[in-house]
């Protein structure tokens, strides 16, 4: 039967020494035989066990879980549950670099629209990303009352026309002008602006607010802070 040195089967599974004497150290590969002169002799069962304590390495399972597997009699009833344990961790690692990365992506491109860059800007998008997501979700409830107001509003006017009874589009107008107040102010009280001078976020009066010139992102108002009137980026902001 073949023995090898430390240095031997280090090379035959493309570890270092160092590696080697480590897993010696910690009882996880212990050589078979020691010579007189105390020179450690691995067997061909060590180098397979070698090169399993390397695979499991590999998929990053911790030493002390691949000991505790090791010593086990039947190491085979416990290895595919840590093998799902480490696919686990794995996904959600990979999930989050996935996240990091869209952000980083999401930031290259706002910087991109960045006219006049400087560090207040930094603060002004990382305010924009982390809103994003509620103001999606405040944008979502308003397209869904404007669907229920228009289906209101054209199936009351259908009626009307089909049966010559205006009473349910008269009391559906008034139901659509009610939804059509309450969700300016549910949104106008869900949002904010950032100043592009002064980088204060503010809320504008709803009147300013709702006759303001404005793009998808942004609004014309005057800053209440420095009174700087222009476009605002637009920022979920809900009042308390």
């Not at 060590?46 to 879980?65: G, H, Q, V």
């Not at 998808?216 to 476009?231: E, I, Q, V």
Request: overall charge positive; hydrophobic content about 40%; glycine content about 6%.
């Amino acid at each position: 039967m073949s023995k090898y040195t430390t240095g031997e089967i280090a090379r035959l599974c493309g570890v270092s020494v160092r590696t080697v004497q480590y897993y010696d150290s910690r009882n996880i590969l212990v050589p078979s035989e020691l010579t007189e002169g105390g020179r450690r002799l691995y067997s061909e069962d060590d180098l397979k066990r070698m090169k399993i304590i390397c695979f499991l390495r590999e998929l990053d399972l911790p030493i002390n879980s691949i000991g505790e597997l090791l010593s086990e009699k039947h190491p085979e009833n416990v290895i595919s549950l840590l093998l799902d344990e480490q696919e686990k961790a794995l996904h959600a690692e990979i999930q989050e670099r996935q996240r990091r990365l869209d952000k980083l992506e999401e930031l290259k491109q706002t910087l991109q629209r960045v006219e006049h860059f400087s560090i207040e800007s930094i603060g002004d998008i990382a305010h924009i990303m982390e809103s994003k997501k509620k103001l999606r979700k405040v944008r979502f409830i308003m397209i869904i009352a404007g669907i229920l107001m228009d289906i209101i509003e054209m199936g009351t006017l259908i009626l009307w026309v089909l049966t010559g009874i205006w009473l349910p589009f008269a009391a559906g107008m008034c139901a659509v002008i009610a939804m059509g107040v309450w969700i300016s102010s549910f949104y106008f009280r869900s949002v904010a602006y950032i100043c592009p001078k002064c980088h204060v976020a503010f809320k504008p009066a709803f009147k300013q607010a709702f006759w303001a010139g404005h793009t998808p992102n942004t609004r014309k108002l005057t800053c209440t802070a420095c009174g700087h009137r222009g476009f605002c980026v637009e920022i979920y902001g809900r009042e308390a």
